[in-house]
């Protein structure tokens, strides 16, 4: 197979236990270069289990992670950390330090990876902001000064600070309102649209799913129990996923006052 081809994620047989209790069982899955691919699955089905092995924050029990053509099992310091710069992680509550403005969190990956001065650390992260449609001032704030909906476009422009080829985004669109989930959705399209990235989306949210992505992979009995379009999910035979994709958006998630 052409290497332009290959997946940009590939997972053979992973098996993921936590004393007696297994999480995966024999999970295969592959994720296209440039697809946006959902992660669903009821609570428990070991969704972000599975992102955080895919980006090295867990080690499965056994079974292989190979990540833009390196496995992550076997991966040493060093080569690891020049992979991770490659990807860039938008965590579920954030994951900005409390203690920084959002410009200095957005800019935090640059200061890591980067020689740049801090005035041009400073524009870029002002741009990434701007970018999501964060206005200004919104960079000079403490991170516990934003409202929920701008809390998320913060987080995204610092998983986009370092332009990664990969982007893994953990419920996105969790604790707010459809309409501010919408916003959300419209960012991701437009982050896709801008710099290209494979996309992996952890999410409970039916409507997100339906608007971004390419594939869904549903979790369930240890496994990927089905793989396809929003399209052919909502049509399947296999009674978890044909349960879990009958269900309103406002099921899938907290709905929250309206935010940013």
């Given at each position: 197979m052409d290497a332009a081809n290959d997946p940009v994620i590939d997972l053979q047989q992973i098996c993921?236990?936590?004393g007696s209790h297994t999480v995966h069982e024999g999970l295969d899955l592959s994720v296209r270069r440039g697809e946006i691919l959902g992660l669903a699955g009821g609570s428990g089905s070991g969704k972000s289990v599975l992102l955080r092995e895919m980006i090295g924050l867990q080690q499965p029990?056994?079974?292989?992670v190979r990540v833009l053509g390196?496995?992550?099992?076997?991966?040493?310091?060093?080569?690891g950390l020049a992979l991770r710069?490659?990807?860039g992680v938008m965590f579920q509550r954030g994951g900005l330090f409390g203690a920084l403005t959002v410009r200095q969190n957005v800019g935090l990956p640059l200061r890591e990876h980067s020689a740049l001065d801090d005035t041009l650390i400073d524009r870029i992260a002002e741009w990434k902001l701007a970018?999501?449609?964060l206005p200004p001032e919104a960079g000079l704030k403490r991170p516990s000064e934003?409202?929920?909906?701008?809390?998320?476009r913060a987080a995204l422009a610092r998983a986009i600070a370092?332009?990664?080829?990969?982007?893994?985004l953990d419920e996105p669109t969790s604790g707010l309102d459809p309409a501010s989930s919408r916003g959300v959705d419209d960012l991701i399209l437009a982050t896709r649209a801008l710099f290209q990235p494979t996309i992996v989306i952890v999410s409970h949210d039916l409507a997100l799913l339906w608007r971004v992505c390419d594939r869904v992979a549903v979790l369930g009995e240890g496994r990927v129990i089905a793989l396809d379009t929003m399209d052919a999910l909502s049509h399947h035979p296999h009674p978890t996923v044909a349960a879990?994709?009958?269900?309103p958006r406002e099921s899938h998630q907290t709905a929250a006052p309206a935010l940013a």
């Open positions: 993921t236990r936590f029990s056994s079974g292989q390196e496995d992550l099992t076997a991966l040493a310091a060093a080569p710069k490659r990807w970018l999501t449609g934003l409202s929920g909906g701008m809390l998320k370092l332009d990664p080829e990969l982007l893994f879990y994709f009958t269900q």
